[in-house]
């Protein structure tokens, strides 16, 4: 069966069918359309999209993925370090872009244009083929490319499309980014592989996703809280079907407040950029604050032991999650080495987040086991990362950085920093232009010396108490 398999078999041509912001394609119109990039592509293994919020995007990475492509969407608001590591690191051939950029230093352009259409019918690829490489922070350094084949994106969506009742009656709505598996494995392959309609609102604001008349919601935690905030806008969700939140953990007071002001209890599922999402809760099943429910589909999971041992499954035992199955990743690109590290010795994969599981088999999440991986708004933000960033503004000397609680990100990006005459808000700039802008920190400390152990190591427990 093809990847993107009922947008293959589409024959319906009224408009609408895929909406982004305020521009559509009937489900033929996005075919013909896709087909006509995927003609351009003359046989690229790798093309790189920048990933903005547009029907540019949607159609450029459909395209892509018709020709057989590896696609790497690229954060549109990257920094010339991380576009540049991103267009070097995957290999890029060519860069899909719109007509009239100018982009320096970068692989050969294709022009994307949506008015062009063609009925080439590209053959099917092999479903071990890569479908996406998409770049996630690790605890430190440069983001890796997360490989992801075709299979692994299929078995996903067909796990979701069961554990969801998602059919092609639901008109799924967001406003997600479109370079991660949220916003675009789920929030834009999803309907073309089960062949709902979809309307991506540009940015999540929450009078949005009030005015956008969907049955089935995606949302991170972040936009959830600012939605329960917003009384008249979770209310307006009443006539939906299912409210969907992933990527970070749903507080319990979100939770309580959409369901009272929408009538549902949002249902929560768990992934994550190298293993897809694995474990959701089923919308014909219980939904509980905290919980995240169940393996998909032929997902298995387990929880161990700092030495490795088994934990049982009793609620309250509490362990990494290792996970197998069909929507696992086939490694990251070029780095052996880091692959290495996330596989134990029988082949499971180690999530690093720490869990329990109910007898039920219900899973929660309790927490992450490295502090230098950080949550805000849903995005995943390595502390490495941004301790380069702010080492390379020659004001820093010592920087640290670390996830700090905060009401509406869930956690903020919290840098420590010793240095020379610099401010705040010039080091938030600072990191806002080399990297994406969601990895700046939120608040910069100065301080006069980080605290080190007897090793020289920076001691980041006790950064908050300084
Ligand atoms: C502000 N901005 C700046 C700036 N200050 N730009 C440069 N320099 C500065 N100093 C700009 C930003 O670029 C942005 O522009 C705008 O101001 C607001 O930015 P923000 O403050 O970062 O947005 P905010 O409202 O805080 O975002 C909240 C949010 C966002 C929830 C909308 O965090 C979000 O979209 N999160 C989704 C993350 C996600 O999809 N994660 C899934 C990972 S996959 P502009 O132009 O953009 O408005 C995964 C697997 C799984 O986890 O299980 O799903
Ligand atoms: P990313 O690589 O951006 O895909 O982030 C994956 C991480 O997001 C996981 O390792 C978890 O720490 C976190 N995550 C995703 N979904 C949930 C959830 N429902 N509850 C808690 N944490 C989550």
């Known amino acids: 069966m093809p990847l993107l398999s009922r947008l293959a078999e589409a024959t319906d041509e009224r408009p609408g069918a895929i909406r982004v912001q305020d521009r559509s394609l009937s489900w033929v119109e996005l075919r013909r359309a896709a087909a006509a990039v995927a003609d351009d592509l003359r046989g690229a293994t790798r093309v790189a999209v920048p990933a903005t919020a547009s029907l540019e995007t949607v159609v450029g990475v459909v395209g892509g993925l018709l020709a057989g492509a590896a696609v790497v969407p690229v954060p549109p608001d990257a920094g010339p370090m991380e576009r540049d590591h991103i267009l070097r690191d995957s290999g890029a051939e060519l860069l899909l872009a719109v007509p009239g950029t100018r982009e320096a230093d970068s692989p050969p352009l294709v022009p994307l244009n949506l008015a062009r259409r063609s009925d080439t019918r590209h053959p099917e690829p092999d479903p071990a083929a890569t479908a996406l490489i998409l770049y996630t922070s690790g605890t430190t350094g440069a983001p890796k490319g997360a ?49 709902s309609r979809l309307r991506h609102v540009g940015r999540p604001h929450p009078e949005r996703y009030a005015g956008a008349g969907g049955s089935l919601y995606f949302g991170v935690p972040t936009i959830w809280s600012r939605i329960a905030a917003q009384p008249a806008a979770a209310r307006a969700l009443r006539g ?93 690109l070029n780095r052996p080495d880091a692959d290495a590290a996330t596989r134990t010795a029988d082949g499971w994969f180690r999530t690093g987040d720490v869990a329990t599981v109910d007898p039920d088999g219900a899973h929660r999440i309790v927490g992450r086991a490295a502090t230098d991986l950080i949550k805000s708004g849903g995005y995943r933000i390595g502390a490495g990362e941004v301790e380069d ?48 802008a969601h990895k700046r920190p939120r608040q910069v400390r100065l301080v006069g010396a980080l ?13 908050t108490e300084t």
């Open 147 to 195: 490989v992801l084949s075709r299979r692994a994106v299929a078995a996903c969506l067909d796990g979701l499309a069961d554990s969801w009742a998602w059919t092609p009656d639901d008109l799924l709505v967001h406003g997600l980014p479109l370079f991660h598996v949220h916003g675009l494995v789920l929030g834009v392959l999803g309907p073309l592989r089960v062949g």
């Open 240 to 332: 939906a079907r299912l409210l969907v939140s992933g990527s970070a953990a749903l507080p319990e007071p979100v939770f309580t407040a959409l369901a009272g002001l929408t009538g549902h209890r949002p249902l929560e599922r768990y992934g994550m950029t190298e293993t897809l999402v694995t474990v959701s809760a089923r919308a014909d099943g219980p939904r509980r604050p905290g919980i995240v429910g169940v393996p998909l589909p032929g997902v298995h999971t387990r929880v161990r032991d700092e030495h490795g041992g088994p934990l049982p499954a009793d609620g309250a035992a509490m362990g990494e999650l290792q996970v197998r199955g069909g929507t696992l990743f086939d490694g990251y």
């Open 389 to 436: 960033a702010l080492l390379a503004h020659p004001g820093v000397r010592e920087a640290a950085v670390v996830g700090t609680p905060h009401p509406d990100l869930g956690q903020q990006v919290t840098a420590y920093v010793v240095g020379d005459g610099v401010t705040e808000a010039e080091l938030i700039d600072f990191v806002a232009r080399h990297l994406s």
């Open 451 to 463: 605290p080190r152990n007897a090793m020289g190591k920076v001691q980041k427990t006790l950064l």
